[in-house]
């Protein structure tokens, strides 16, 4: 079945530090999802992404889509601690029912 | 708030016994999802219904099943239940089959 890994599993940075996360499916996806957990909460999403190659930021995050529509990448510029949670990606294949969540890298801001 | 509610919150109970689970979608979403997710654990899938039929599975237990009633809201049961199965449990609901996923609070089960 469709798998979908995350690196790293665990990050920690010291705040004003960029971090990324990377998404990586065992298949291509129609679109890619991404989703963040703060500690004690429920996921909460943040952003889609269709096109091939597409490209979108939310202030210092920037969400990039795959040209082969199998990958994507989340960067956070400046992290700050309020950034502290666990980032899934989730993708769904063409023909799929459902969405695939990856195992998710959780981010830790040190001050 | 995402506009979904769990309850219970928090269900504390024994190996062995069985538990119902319930979840009320946004308004006027039709997919409902169920998610397990254990300590440092990712989100595993359950199972998604839409608009009262079962529309996908995921890694469900034979010992666990769900149900989407007529006025969307849905139940998980799980029955039997082992150690192994404390958890959080979300569920999350969309307008759709695949659309963006909104979800609750969750249900912290705890199995002794």
């Known amino acids: 079945g469709q798998q979908v890994m995350q690196i790293p599993q665990y990050q920690h940075v010291q705040e004003g530090e960029d971090f990324t996360t990377y998404c990586n499916s065992s298949?291509?996806?129609?679109?890619i999802q991404w989703y963040k957990q703060r500690p004690g909460g429920h996921p909460v999403f943040l952003i889609q992404?269709?096109?091939?190659?597409e490209v979108k930021k939310q202030k210092r995050l920037t969400f990039q889509f795959g040209e082969a529509k199998k990958n994507s990448s989340l960067h956070i510029t400046a992290t700050q601690t309020t950034d502290v949670g666990t980032y899934f990606c989730?993708?769904?294949?063409?023909?799929?029912?459902?969405?695939?969540f990856g195992t998710g890298t959780q981010l830790k801001v040190e001050l | 708030d995402s506009g979904v509610t769990q309850t219970p919150k928090h269900l504390i109970t024994a190996t062995g016994q069985r538990v119902t689970l319930r979840c009320s979608p946004r308004?006027?979403?039709?997919?409902v999802y169920w998610y397990q997710q254990s300590l440092d654990q990712g989100l595993q899938f359950l199972i998604q219904?839409?608009?009262?039929?079962?529309?996908a599975k995921g890694n469900i237990l034979e010992r666990f099943s769900a149900q989407q009633f007529p006025d969307l809201h849905s139940e998980l049961n799980l029955s039997s239940l082992e150690l192994g199965d404390s958890a959080l449990y979300f569920c999350?609901?969309?307008?759709?089959?695949?659309?963006?996923?909104?979800f609750g609070p969750g249900t912290r089960l705890t199995v002794l």
């Open positions: 999350a609901s969309s307008p759709w089959v695949t659309d963006t996923q909104y």
């Open positions: 298949t291509t996806l129609s679109n």
């Open positions: 992404l269709v096109k091939s190659g």
């Open positions: 989730a993708g769904l294949t063409g023909g799929g029912n459902k969405l695939t």
């Open positions: 308004s006027g979403d039709l997919s």
């Open positions: 219904y839409y608009n009262g039929e079962e529309r």
